[in-house]
Nanobody, 116 residues
């Protein structure tokens, strides 16, 4: 499966962005999906995950209440709605298929920059 992340950009603190992760090669509903991010000089960290059917979602504590992960299996796409963005949310955001604790297939990443 190939994943293509998009939707990143420059936004002011307090603003919003919606990231998309489009899958090809295999239907995305075969996988649980996750978003992860890597800030400059930091390790990659978990952001959010969603089950195959979209009925279960999980978030890192710092994203709860601000970020929403969703999926549209008919469009083969997973989304990350990010609200109330903070400068510390600046990072490259990746989507990945989630297999238990393993992330197997990765998108190329999309850069989110939040200015103060």
């Amino acid at each position: 499966v190939q994943l293509q992340a998009s939707g990143g950009g420059l936004v002011q603190a307090g603003g919003s962005l919606r990231l998309s992760c489009a899958a090809s090669g295999r239907t995305v509903n075969a996988y649980a999906m996750s978003w992860l991010r890597q800030a400059p000089g930091k390790e990659r960290e978990f952001v959010a995950a969603i089950g195959r059917g979209g009925d279960s979602t999980y978030y890192a504590d710092s994203m709860k209440g601000r970020f929403t992960i969703s999926r549209d299996n008919a469009k083969n796409t997973v989304y990350l709605q990010m609200n109330s963005l903070k400068p510390e949310d600046t990072a490259v955001y990746y989507c990945a298929t989630k297999h238990g604790s393993v992330y197997r297939y990765w998108g190329q990443g999309t850069l989110v920059t939040v200015s103060s």
